[in-house]
């Protein structure tokens, strides 16, 4: 088939040639402007009747376009209103959210999407992404081609966000609906770290499920059976890597919302194979690492001072305690010195020797002889008014989806050890929180550092207003996806990941009374730079970036996508890049031979190694 459209992207300035004709041009949304098609490319494009008269600049249509947004009557709405959007004109959906981006990222993002995830099957309009059936995807090469389908060629994915949907946002098992965290995280990779979006795939890997309302929903999209595991759900696993790495070789594979056992097995298994990372784990755990050092910042203390609490140390409880532990033997600790700064309770309560527990929190058990002084409730565990009790935290971290968890008897506890405790309550959605900002503060006389999983409204108290931060991965996933990608870096390392959780850390100004331990999203793209920039340079002193940067911020910053409509060049036909192997060195233009819309437009990187 011809190809109806191309990418360019020469010295900084982006094309579009366009060989197809009137509704065919509005009905492909990386192409539609609607009112924004200059009059002279309305006739070139044969639109002249399909548009009204007026000419529009984007800045016109994201005005009217907000004014639609407002009018819509609940998150969900504004939700499947920016859905459509997107799917109509892609450019100015990007241009929207960026504009408005603290009102618009939970909505497309956490907790909004969370309900969209719930509602796909009775919502699904059209599709987006890759949809791969363990009962129909023969093999590595059956994956490869399907990835290939969606159009891309081997050097035009920078990012592979993957769910396989068991572990959504605190609701569990959702199935084939997954796709939309996927999508929604895409989105997240191109507001803030400017990826192009055509460059980030979302893909679901549908395994069945475990939902019985899904199972029963007869409007239901995806396989109808229990979830797969063991032997078979793991050949299923490798053999998607092993297709991405044939069809997408540079790509960095994001893991998102994997079940607690297979999130920790699947990030082992493959770390020091592809160039990969699990956003629950360790980006979570960036981002809370993040809140704790700028917390630590405030009260003139370093990590290493603290006794920490956590309350779901589960897949990202225990990955904020690895990442903190890290970071506290880097300040001076002595590994088992760090460990022991850590109380983790899961849902049967404290996590101790000789009780029940999965293998990536046996770091984390205490010692039964530890006990001896405990008291146990009525079913033998170690509940969490006990734990704070015995072990005196400084800070508490809720991930456990409990509502109300943080309760003042705790809270209060805590005051008796500390004026100032560093208390994150991370659950999402809003409605799973361990405690709200107001009653923290109320129970602490305004001394609580607080940072929330989902967004609060600032709280004003005896005449101080207080910003409540949203430690929202989004401060740092796509950061550490733009770093890697700056330095093509064949792993992203722990080192990596630390270095993101410092930049944010480092872009925080806590010392007075009321304001955040984190940069307010508004601040998104800048902190993305921030950090893509530390995650690069840790890349080359890790010794696994394969491009040097002579200027960061400059290569950072040319790499970054804006949404702006490009120059149109109306074409007759689209030549196809001759199949010559890609110029390493090249800036601008380079040919792959591959029948891709992305086959001219390259990110402006600088020269390999050697």
């Not at 539609?32 to 098609?37: M, V």
């Not at 159009?151 to 609701?171: F, R, Y």
């Not at 690492?289 to 290493?304: D, I, N, P, R, W």
């Not at 109320?442 to 409204?457: N, Q």
Request: net charge negative; aromatic share 6%.
């Amino acid at each position: 088939m011809p190809r109806q459209y191309q990418f360019r992207n020469e010295d900084g300035h982006e094309t579009v040639q366009i060989a197809v004709r009137g509704r065919q041009v509005l009905a492909r949304p990386m192409l539609n402007r609607g009112s924004a098609f200059s009059l002279e490319d309305r006739d070139a494009l044969g639109l002249r009747g399909l548009i009204p008269p007026a000419v529009n600049t984007i800045d016109d249509q994201v005005r009217r376009c907000y004014g639609q947004f407002q009018m819509q009557p609940t998150n969900l709405a504004k939700y499947v209103y920016l859905n459509s959007l997107q799917d109509l004109n892609e450019i100015l959906f990007h241009r929207l959210v960026a504009e408005h981006l603290d009102e618009m990222m939970p909505i497309i993002y956490t907790p909004t999407v969370g309900e969209a995830i719930q509602q796909f099957s009775s919502t699904f309009d059209r599709q987006r992404g890759i949809y791969l059936s363990i009962e129909d995807h023969g093999g590595a090469e059956g994956i490869a081609s399907a990835l290939a389908a969606y159009g891309n060629g081997p050097d035009d994915v920078d990012i592979v966000v993957v769910t396989d949907s068991e572990g959504i946002l605190g609701i569990g098992d959702q199935g084939v609906g997954g796709i939309r965290i996927a999508i929604g995280k895409s989105a997240v990779y191109t507001t803030a770290a400017g990826i192009h979006p055509m460059r980030v795939l979302p893909v679901v890997l549908d395994v069945g499920t475990d939902n019985p309302a899904l199972l029963h929903d007869p409007n239901y999209l995806g396989l109808r059976r229990d979830r797969v595991r063991g032997e078979e759900y793991e050949a299923f696993i490798g053999d998607f890597v092993e297709a991405v790495q044939e069809r997408f070789p540079k790509a960095l594979l994001h893991w998102e919302d994997f079940g607690a056992s297979n999130a920790h097995s699947i990030l082992e298994t493959y770390r020091d194979q592809v160039c990969s990372f699990n956003d629950d784990i360790q980006g979570t755990a960036a981002v809370v690492v993040a809140s704790a050092l700028a917390a630590c910042k405030a009260k003139g203390e370093q990590l290493s001072d603290q006794r920490v609490v956590i309350h779901g140390a589960g897949t990202a409880g225990i990955g904020i305690a690895d990442l903190m532990r890290d970071i506290m033997i880097s300040e001076g600790l002595d590994a088992d010195e760090a460990t022991r700064r850590f109380w983790g309770l899961g849902s049967r309560g404290l996590i101790h020797t000789g009780g029940r527990m999965r293998p990536f929190q046996e770091r984390y058990a205490r010692p039964t002889d530890e006990l001896a002084d405990w008291q146990a409730d009525e079913d033998g565990n170690y509940s969490l008014a006990e734990t704070v009790r015995q072990a005196k935290p400084t800070l508490l971290i809720g991930t456990s989806a409990q509502a109300g968890a943080f309760t003042e008897e705790i809270v209060r506890e805590m005051t008796s050890v500390t004026e100032r405790p560093i208390i994150l309550p991370l659950s999402n959605p809003t409605a799973k929180a361990e405690a709200v900002p107001e009653d923290l503060l109320e129970w602490t006389d305004g001394g609580a550092l607080i940072a929330t999983g989902s967004p609060f409204k600032p709280v004003v108290r005896d005449g101080v207003t207080y910003t409540i931060a949203q430690a929202n991965n989004a401060l740092v996933f796509p950061g550490m996806g733009l770093g890697t990608v700056a330095v093509r870096a064949t792993r992203l390392t722990d080192g990596m990941i630390t270095a993101a959780a410092q930049a944010v850390a480092d872009m925080t100004t806590v010392g007075t009374q009321g304001a955040a331990v984190l940069p307010s999203m508004r601040e998104l793209r800048s902190v993305s730079a921030a950090v893509a920039e530390r995650v690069a340079a840790a890349a080359v002193e890790e010794g696994v970036a394969t491009l040097e940067l002579d200027n960061p911020r400059e290569t950072i910053a040319n790499l970054m996508w804006t949404p702006e409509y490009p120059e149109v060049e109306v074409v007759d036909s689209i030549e196809t890049p001759s199949a010559r192997p890609t110029d390493p060195g090249a800036q601008g233009v380079r040919h792959t031979g591959d029948d891709s819309p992305l086959s001219r437009w390259r990110p402006r990187l600088p020269r390999l190694k050697g």
